[in-house]
């Protein structure tokens, strides 16, 4: 069973930049596809990206589009998510997701692995 930690969070002022990460343990994360969600307070979760470990491709919400990108790292057997351009809006919880073949579905309840959650605040 693929266990998922998170890291990478912290405080940065608008405009900044952080890289998240989302390392498997238990296996590798060959045929699984990897979604990164957040949750702000009082909000429901929420897609961010998601990509396919098999063949690389990616998805992004309309709201990152262009700000953020996700990777893989295969010698690391994690995924990446790089944020430029942090917004305050961007304040949440993110969560690292992970569900085995292809999910092209941008919705939590598709994905059954997850990780514990590291935060993200987007502040002056």
């Known amino acids: 069973q693929v266990q998922l930690v998170e890291s990478g969070g912290g405080l940065v002022q608008p405009g900044g930049s952080l890289r998240l990460s989302c390392a498997a343990s238990g296996r590798t994360f060959s045929g699984y596809t990897i979604g990164w969600f957040r949750q702000a307070p009082g909000k429901e979760r929420e897609f961010v990206a998601r990509?396919?470990?098999?063949?690389?491709?990616?998805h992004y919400a309309d709201s990152v589009t262009g700000r953020f990108t996700i990777s893989r790292n295969n010698p690391k057997n994690s995924v990446d998510l790089q944020m430029n351009g942090l917004k305050p809006e961007d304040t949440a919880v993110y969560y690292c997701?992970?569900?085995?073949?292809?999910?092209?579905?941008?919705?939590?309840?598709?994905?059954?692995?997850w990780g514990q959650g590291t935060q993200v605040t987007v502040s002056s």
């Open positions: 997701a992970a569900k085995i073949g292809y999910n092209l579905r941008p919705t939590s309840y598709s994905y059954d692995l």
């Open positions: 990509i396919i470990w098999r063949d690389g491709s990616t």
